[in-house]
């Protein structure tokens, strides 16, 4: 089962304030022990939303919207993408990674759609 661990945006994160260098020695511990274990596909941080754009779509019309962008607990600030057994297994592993962020912080898991989905 694949599924995206999604590290929610923080005021900190939007302003561009990056983990300490403790916090980030941690989290590549972390990701040292996801990679042994053979679950980690991808990861990276996201800059903050007011380095990105959306586009909006409304039958052929497009618009586009710089950032920033509001409701920040509603952006993502980083992710991984992991190949696991079953959601437990992904919520057992996201309990043990370090808080991403200086404070108080969430971290969402997402199941992907597999070809098996969709017939």
């Known amino acids: ?3 995206m661990v999604l590290v929610k945006a923080t005021e900190d994160s939007e302003k561009g304030i990056l983990p300490t260098a403790e916090a980030f020695e941690a989290m590549g511990r972390f990701n040292e022990e996801l990679r042994n274990a053979g679950i980690i596909r991808a990861a990276d941080g996201l800059k903050p939303s007011s380095h990105g754009k959306r586009i909006a779509f409304d039958g ?4 586009v919207i710089d950032g920033p962008f509001a409701e920040t607990r509603e952006l993502v600030a980083g992710f991984w993408l992991w190949e696991v057994k079953d959601m437990d297994e992904a919520v057992a592993w996201v309990k043990r990674c370090p808080n991403p962020m200086p404070g108080p912080s969430e971290i969402e898991v997402r199941p992907l759609y597999e070809a098996f989905d969709l017939r």
């Open 1 to 3: 089962m694949r599924v």
């Open 60 to 63: 052929p019309g497009r618009t």
